[in-house]
């Protein structure tokens, strides 16, 4: 394999005791900066080992979600069952990343029929607002904000657990909620990552307060003024009793039911345009998911749109077209292709990308000769200053962090659910409905206004998406689910692991690790059709991992980059690879969230 030149610069945290880190971060947080990591008598000294079982395996953002999925398993529960299990824990635990207010996509692979299954459990806008309705209430707003009940779209998550549980679960679906609901009202203690953005949460809420119903939001997690600090127990009573009910009665309650008449009341009064009609209108769908080839036997395989899935397949179309095994991995050369390839298919992205109700995808952007096309406009010398998009046969801002969770869990048969789910921005729109426990997103604040546009608002249609889940294939076998969260990061997220396994030979944890780069810029899907785009070239955000000599050579190209430490805007990784010969698993996860990959 190939030496990479990827050292990544990580911190030591050596506190006694989660008091005394909460007591005096001021004081310590200088000594464990100074000190970096230690040494490791096996593979790359800035990474960990992945875990190996044989019986069952989960990855989520946080150690609870990941043990109740285990425990759902040994159990006697299958893949799914025990994603619901942990999907509904981490919309208590990590709701600054998700809950049952947002939206779900799955990609599902059935050993049984040896099927890959797609599932959208997106939500969609109101059936009797119009555009033109919409804009009256925006006044002079060129955008839809990210809070308030305007870009708040109908939750998709409870529907897509109980279709994902009808054609797959094995468990009954109280049970599957009895551990969350149990945490909720007993409590648990807050990871140190989801308390950081709870504290950025908080910050921006407060500063936006009087553009929206902070009121339930603000009673629910940050009662006493203050956000929730690690290690401390955080409960939600609201929740366990909404959860609780769903697990009595059903889908139903939620979509038709008391949660329903209290959601449809509350969004009358912020001034939505839903109806209980709406609520009890929606659903889930299922769509196979496309797959292109990479190299040496690997595909990776997306949802289509209203996603963003298929970016990452038109990054790889573009990037299999280049050996970027020839230099090392932190090298100019490799991040400038990738960057490029980035931009390229997002300025696809920015015009194609919509509910496909709508506006039908031009799948001939997939194909490999389009793939070439694309590539022969990368200059391998110079970032070209604006990338337009192709032309097939036949723009608030995406880029942003997002908050989103991805977790993965495979079962001893083979079962293997790949999950993503999200609030979108911020947790969420800030309004929480009366007594209930969670937040409703604000995935609508990625509609364009243009009429023009594929992605333009209409009654009862999805918004672009840009949650993703992935799936991995090996020599035409079921290989690794994979996902890697956070907006605008997850489809360059995705090719940059894919590189780091089939290009440099890395193990699936270090293949997380490594140092990231995240484009952000170029042409977006809420910008009108046509007209010039904001911001052409975009910015290369890049880890501290990535060599000085690497960033002054891509500056050098014209790229304009910037390095970022914090880690929070390169995504959130979770895998799962099954040998399909000896059904042993791997799994790995993400070293910038609080969570666990851990088998049986």
């Known amino acids: 394999m190939k030496r990479v030149a990827l050292i990544l610069s990580a911190s030591l945290t050596m506190f006694a005791q989660p008091s005394l880190a909460q007591e005096q971060p001021d004081k310590l947080r200088p000594v464990a900066e100074q000190i970096g990591a230690g040494g490791r008598p096996a593979g790359a000294p800035w990474s960990r080992s992945p875990v190996y079982a044989r019986n069952g395996m989960a990855a989520t953002a946080h150690p609870l979600a990941t043990q109740i999925a285990l425990d759902v398993l040994k159990a006697g529960g299958n893949a799914v069952d025990a994603a619901i299990a942990a999907n509904a824990a981490l919309g208590l635990m990590e709701p600054t990343g998700n809950g049952i207010g947002g939206d779900l996509f799955a990609i599902i692979y059935d050993p049984k029929t040896g099927k890959l299954h797609g599932l959208n459990g997106s939500g969609r806008s109101p059936k009797g607002q119009t555009l033109k309705q919409l804009k009256a209430k925006l006044g002079d707003a060129k955008s839809l904000p990210p809070l308030g009940a305007l870009p708040v779209t109908i939750p998709g998550t409870v529907d897509a657990w109980f279709t994902m549980h009808a054609r797959f679960g094995s468990k009954p679906m109280a049970d599957l909620l009895a551990p969350t609901i149990r945490y909720a009202r007993e409590g648990h203690p807050v990871a140190p990552v989801i308390a950081e953005y709870y504290r950025r949460a908080l910050r921006n809420f407060e500063a936006n307060s009087a553009k929206f119903d902070f009121t339930n939001a603000r009673a629910t997690w940050f009662a006493n003024g203050a956000s929730p600090k690690a290690g401390e127990v955080f409960r939600n009573p609201d929740l366990a009793n909404t959860l609780e009910r769903i697990g009595q009665n059903g889908r139903d309650e939620f979509y038709r039911g008391q949660s329903a008449r209290v959601m449809v009341d509350y969004l009358k009064r912020q001034g939505s345009a839903y109806t209980l009609e709406d609520f009890a209108a929606h659903r889930s769908d299922w769509f196979e998911p496309v797959c292109v080839a990479y190299r040496k036997g690997y595909e ?93 046969k036949p723009e608030p801002k995406l880029e942003g962090p997002g908050d989103t969770t991805y977790m993965t869990v495979v079962d001893k048969d083979g079962l293997m659910v790949s999950l993503i789910q999200s609030n979108y921005r911020g947790m969420g729109s800030g309004l929480t409905p009366d007594g209930l426990g969670f937040m409703f997103q604000d995935r609508g604040e990625l509609y364009s206004l243009d009429p023009k546009h594929a992605n333009a608002y209409a009654p009862g249609k999805r918004p672009f998406q840009t949650i993703i889940p992935a799936f991995v294939k090996k020599d035409g076998q079921p290989y690794m689910t994979l996902g890697l969260m956070g907006g605008g990061m997850q489809p360059q997220g995705h090719v940059q692991v894919l590189i780091n396994l089939v290009d440099y030979g890395m193990n699936l944890q270090e293949a997380g690790d490594a140092a990231r780069l995240n484009h952000e810029g170029g042409r977006e899907p809420t910008e009108p059709a046509s007209g010039p785009t904001i911001d052409p070239l975009g910015t290369l955000y890049v880890e501290p991992g990535i060599p000085a000599e690497t960033v002054a050579a891509l500056k050098a190209m014209g790229h304009k980059v910037e390095v970022v430490k914090d880690g929070a805007m390169f995504g959130g990784y979770q895998a799962i690879a099954r040998d399909p010969k000896t059904g042993v698993l791997t799994g790995a996860t993400e070293m910038r969230k609080d969570g666990q990959a851990q088998g049986y």
């Open 300 to 392: 990776l395989c997306e949802l289509p749109p209203n996603t963003q899935g298929f970016a990452a397949l038109q990054m790889a179309n573009i990037l299999k077209n280049v050996d970027l095994a020839q230099w090392e991995r932190g090298s100019a050369q490799v991040l400038h292709y990738i960057t490029e390839a980035k931009r390229l298919a997002y300025a696809d992205v920015a015009k194609f990308y919509a509910d496909p109700g709508f506006a039908p995808f031009p799948m001939d952007l997939l194909s490999d000769e389009y793939g070439k096309k694309r590539f022969a406009l990368i200059d391998p010398n110079r970032a070209s200053p604006e990338f337009a998009p192709g032309e097939p």
